[in-house]
């Protein structure tokens, strides 16, 4: 059998969102002989696939509780390829619960390449003691926000601010819109969750309707649960038609502010994720959403767990409606707080 070629890079994306960013960061790479964990976007690039990104999607505590032997066998997997092959460098993205845990094995097993996580675990929002991990295990630390980069200032941890992607990715918008645009999620239980109370305030407030369609394999679902409601596969082009949205929590807040689509956060969580959430990881920010948080104010209207009822909902919308335009000029800031000072090239060396 013949030898594989020894390997430049190792680039570990576990989910989707870190595919996406995956797929960015390949595209401005050099030449390099590389191999991943990687998603359908990471996949149409010339590497060699060691996992595909779908065996390690997860969503919440509970289920990656239930998932926790398969996660296992994969941990060992990954960290046995690793150590094989032998990579110049290996650059984690996001998913700090497996990648962190894997850089510490790689060192304790006697890894000398260079260890680099793309992303920052939100060290701002709990688990703050993975902040000396990243300073004991890590030779680099590339940050999506200015203030994550600023957390380890003094410390022995190189830390830089590479801008966010979604900044040069969406352009100001030109027009507006007239739909109520619902984005229920990117995974079956988040759709099933969030998606009947979202299209229920929805339809009481008789507005033109449309519905993102994360991935081709929802659709049955939420034509199922949404009747003749116009769907859009490519979310881009519901957001540059909508006039406000209802959100599921996630990237996709940050790319509505961008778009200056006022939008009401939500999030179903089950009632034991909450009490793990609150009780054992002693999450209590002032705010959950990224474009609030950023702000240092609370933009969009943020409904998680309990407080995500009906009356809430109706109430947030309503508020949302009667305010589009003080809401959408706070949206411009977010452009300038997500631009990277200067164009900056990954180094793998």
Known sequence: MAQKKPLDLIVIACEKSADSLGSDLLSKLPPLNIAAVAGPKMRTFPIEVLIPMESFEVMGFVDVALNFPKLCHLFFKLKKLILERNPRAV??????????????????????????????????????????????????????????????????????????????????????????????????????????????????????????????????????????????????????????AIATSGTINLELALHEVPTVVTFAITPLDLFIARKIFKIDLDHYCLVNILLKKRLFPELYGPNFTKEGLTSALNTLLNDKEAVRKSCRLIRSLLKCPSTHPFQVQ
């Not at 966010?164 to 988040?190: C, N, V």
Request: aromatic share 8%; glycine share 6%; charged share 25%.
């Open 91 to 244: 650059i984690f993205i996001d998913y700090p619960g497996l990648n962190l845990a894997l850089a510490k094995a790689l060192r304790k097993k006697g890894y000398s390449g260079r260890l680099i996580q793309y992303v920052c675990p939100s060290i701002w929002a709990y688990r703050k003691n993975r902040a000396q991990t990243m300073i004991n295990t890590l030779d680099h630390l590339y940050t999506l926000l200015p203030f994550e980069a600023e957390l380890f200032d003094g410390t022995s941890l190189k830390a830089e601010f590479v801008g966010h992607p979604l900044e040069k990715k969406i352009d100001p918008p030109k027009e507006r819109g007239k739909l109520l645009a619902l984005f229920p999620g990117s995974r079956e239980k988040e759709v099933m969750r969030n998606l009947p109370l979202q299209l229920e305030v929805a339809k009481e407030t008789n507005l033109p309707l449309g519905i993102s369609v994360a991935s081709p394999k929802l659709r049955p679902l939420i034509e199922k649960m949404s009747g003749s409601i116009p769907l859009f596969n490519d979310p881009y082009s519901l957001m540059k038609n909508a006039d406000v």
